[in-house]
C-alpha cells in the first residue's frame, strides 16, 4: 500500500503571495490532518478533515485554509504570506479519526522570502 | 501555557542502556501518540494508547490516565535509536510535546 503523499516537497514563495500544498492520504484513509513544524514553536496542529468537512481546528489564523475532496486527497492554502509562515507543513492520513494512528507524509518544506 | 510537557529534551546514552522519556498532559484525551522523527527524516508513529501498556520489540509506552502522565521506554538502546521523540495527545485537537533528542553512542 502506498504511503502519504504531499505535494511539492520543497517551495520557495514570496511575501504577500499564496501557495498551496496537497496531501494524498493512503488509500482507504479518511481521515487526515494537517501540521506545521518549525524550529521555534515545533509542531503544532492546523486542521483536521474527515468526509470532507473540517471536523477540527487549531489556533491558526484565517490566511491557512484547507479542504477535502470525495476521494479523500486534501489541500491546504496560506494566503498573504508572512516571513514566520517558513516550515516544514506534514499531513497525516488514519483510518477513521484523529484518535487513530496517524500515518505521516514526508512533509513540504516551505520557504518565505 | 503547555498542553503536553516532556522530559527530558535531550538525552545521551551509551549502547545498551535503558532509557526512559517521560510525558506529562494536562487536557482531557481519547488517545495519547508517541511519535518519532529522525533527523531530516519523515514522522513515524510508534504507539498510540489510551490506557495501560503497550510493547513493540524494544520498546515499551505505558500511560496512566488518572496521573495525566505516560513514558516511553527504550531497552537495550542502539545508535539507530537516535532520534526525536514526541509525545501528542488527542482531545478536541492534536497537543504536541516539544520532543525530546536521544542520542546512543556506539
Known amino acids: 500500500k502506498a504511503g502519504v503523499t504531499q505535494t511539492p516537497r520543497y517551495l520557495i514563495k514570496t511575501r504577500g503571495q499564496q501557495v498551496t500544498l496537497s496531501c494524498s492520504p493512503i488509500?482507504?484513509?479518511?481521515?487526515v490532518s494537517w501540521y506545521q513544524q518549525t524550529p521555534g514553536q515545533g509542531l503544532q496542529f492546523l486542521f483536521e478533515?474527515?468526509?470532507?468537512?473540517?471536523?477540527n481546528k487549531g489556533n491558526f489564523p484565517g490566511r491557512f485554509s484547507g479542504r477535502q475532496f470525495s476521494n479523500s486527497r486534501s489541500e491546504m492554502n496560506v494566503s498573504t504570506l508572512e516571513l514566520g509562515d517558513s516550515a516544514l507543513y506534514l499531513c497525516?492520513?488514519?483510518?477513521?479519526?484523529?484518535?487513530?494512528?496517524?500515518?505521516f507524509g514526508p512533509g513540504t518544506r516551505l520557504t518565505v522570502t | 501555557k503547555n498542553e503536553v510537557e516532556q522530559s527530558p529534551q535531550n538525552l545521551t546514552a551509551q549502547e545498551g542502556e535503558f532509557i526512559t522519556i517521560n510525558c506529562s498532559y494536562s487536557v482531557g484525551i481519547s488517545a495519547l501518540h508517541w511519535l518519532q522523527q529522525h533527523p531530516g527524516g519523515g514522522i513515524v508513529s510508534l504507539f498510540m494508547?489510551?490506557?495501560g501498556k503497550k510493547k513493540h520489540g524494544r520498546l515499551i509506552a505505558t500511560i496512566n490516565i488518572q496521573e495525566k502522565h505516560s513514558s516511553l521506554h527504550i531497552t537495550a538502546s542502539h545508535p539507530r535509536d537516535s532520534a526525536v521523540y514526541i509525545c501528542?495527545?488527542?482531545?478536541?485537537?492534536?497537543?504536541f510535546g516539544t520532543g525530546t533528542s536521544l542520542t546512543v553512542i556506539p
Open positions: 488509500s482507504g484513509h479518511r481521515s
Open positions: 494508547l489510551s490506557s
Open positions: 501528542a495527545v488527542t482531545g478536541n485537537q492534536f497537543y
Open positions: 497525516a492520513s488514519s483510518w477513521g479519526s484523529s484518535d487513530g494512528e496517524q500515518y
Open positions: 478533515y474527515f468526509s470532507e468537512t473540517q471536523r
